[in-house]
């Protein structure tokens, strides 16, 4: 598996849209400004999400995205699959059937794969937003929890 930037930006844009009060809409703009993201780019990825069912679009001044669920319930592999990227194996290996160490290397792979992406559905936006105030409490930094 190869975290892309897509699947890098689309959990920073949705890591912000947990941080807002009541998770309400925000721009397009105001996520690209606070991540740091080109906001052309990032509006492309917030469709594609929206057409995943991860994130709805509300128009308006008032306007922009919001989370479609709580963070608790959007794991980032519904993230990264919503965006195209893969979480299959990056070469795609039939074992030698007359070789045991070939045989012993793809179970290994494949069960390192099947735990990789059984976290990835594990792991939610919840999790992930706990985590940072985590460090930042750990590194003196004021926290406040939202999520």
Known sequence: MKLTTRGHYSVKALLDLSLRPGYGPTSV?????????????LEKLLIEMRRAGLVKSVRGAQGGYQLAYEPTQISLGKILEAVGETIEPLPHHTPDAGQAEDWVTFTLWHRLHQKLKEALYTITLADLYYDARSWQAAMGEETSFVV
Request: proline share 15%.
């Open 29 to 41: 703009r105001a996520i690209a400004k606070r991540q740091g993201l080109p906001a052309p780019y």
